[in-house]
């Protein structure tokens, strides 16, 4: 009996006498792909078997309301990697959205020089905007004139246009 090749690994292997048509070798890696495809289907076509597997961790949640709770107290280094992976998704997100977004200034034709600095700035490609981790240094002095006072600017006690 000549041998099958496998979906996955391309490997040849001899199919089961149980199975005949089967078409995965029993490696375990190639078995665990075969089951999530098999589920990704199944919840495509079948929307009851879809729905009990939305409400059976619903339930179980439902049963062990504090269970969460408890690991992370049992567990206190795995909570803190946990917080700090989670900050770093955080941080991966929003420098996403900071790519290419030119809607805050056009800085490259602004009198000032755009210092970057801190972690992910290399994710920062095309950015015009000024993140919250940018430090902007004026490259000029300040050119801002005060506007000449109106009548309803003056002081109090001093009328315009009269000398004591």
């Known amino acids: 009996m000549p041998g099958r090749l496998c979906r996955y690994c391309h490997k040849t292997f001899q199919s089961s006498k149980y199975q005949p ?9 190639c ?16 929307p009851e078997y879809r729905q009990v597997c939305v409400d059976s961790p619903r ?11 408890r690991y992370r107290a049992r567990n206190p280094a795995s909570t803190e990697q946990n917080r700090g992976r989670q ?16 809607s805050v ?20 490609a095309n950015n ?14 300040h050119r801002w004139t005060t506007a000449p006072q109106s ?7 001093e009328t315009a246009g009269f000398a004591p």
Do not use: M
Not at 31 to 46: L, S, V
């Open 128 to 141: 015009n905007s000024v993140p919250a981790k940018v430090l902007v240094f004026e490259a000029v002095a």
């Open 31 to 46: 078995q665990r792909r075969r089951r999530n495809d098999y589920h990704r289907q199944k919840i495509a076509r079948d």
């Open 59 to 69: 339930k179980w949640r439902e049963r062990n309301p504090d269970y969460w709770t």
């Open 105 to 124: 200034l056009d800085l490259k034709r602004s009198a000032t020089e755009i210092w970057l600095l801190g972690s992910g700035v290399e994710l920062l």
């Open 87 to 102: 900050r770093q998704r955080d941080e991966k997100r929003r420098l996403c959205r900071l790519a290419n977004n030119n």
């Open 21 to 29: 048509a089967q078409a995965v070798c029993g490696d375990a890696d």
């Open 151 to 157: 009548c309803k600017q003056q002081p109090s006690g």
